[in-house]
């Protein structure tokens, strides 16, 4: 199921799906990845600098990832342009959640602002039935 946010014109997409073949349920390793679609519907040009998540799990644990750029890009989205990449996020139970947010940058006049990533849930489709 996908989620969407605006955050001052800059829309944030997330896909995810749950990697059964890099799962391992016997050791409590449970893979999924997500897909994320950044469309830049503002008037001015964007470099994404960082980001930072918020990875909860079922089990009550909860960390953060922060770090520069994603996938190893900074990229600059200029306005009507999208940027998409896939990463992936492992739990030690088939359910969990992950929220963030990135820190861009407007080309324009240098200012850092923050985009909401918004919450999506990590759910191995089994534990729907």
């Known amino acids: ?33 997500y897909r994320i679609e950044i469309q830049n519907l503002a008037d001015f040009s964007i ?39 896939v990463s992936g996020c492992n739990l030690k139970t088939e359910i969990g959640s992950m929220k963030g947010h990135y820190q861009m940058l407007r080309l324009s006049d240098e200012t850092l602002f923050n985009v909401d990533i918004p919450e999506f849930q990590l759910i191995a489709p089994y534990k729907l039935n």
């Open 1 to 33: 199921m996908m989620v969407t946010a605006i955050t001052q014109g800059i829309k944030i997409s997330v896909d995810t799906t749950y990697e059964e073949g890099y799962s391992d349920s016997a050791n409590e390793h449970f893979m999924f990845a």
């Open 47 to 85: 470099r994404l600098m960082r980001r930072k998540w918020v990875i909860f799990d079922s089990n009550g644990t909860q960390r953060e990832v922060d770090g520069e750029g994603v996938v190893g890009e900074q990229p600059i989205i200029n306005p009507g342009e999208s940027y998409n990449y």
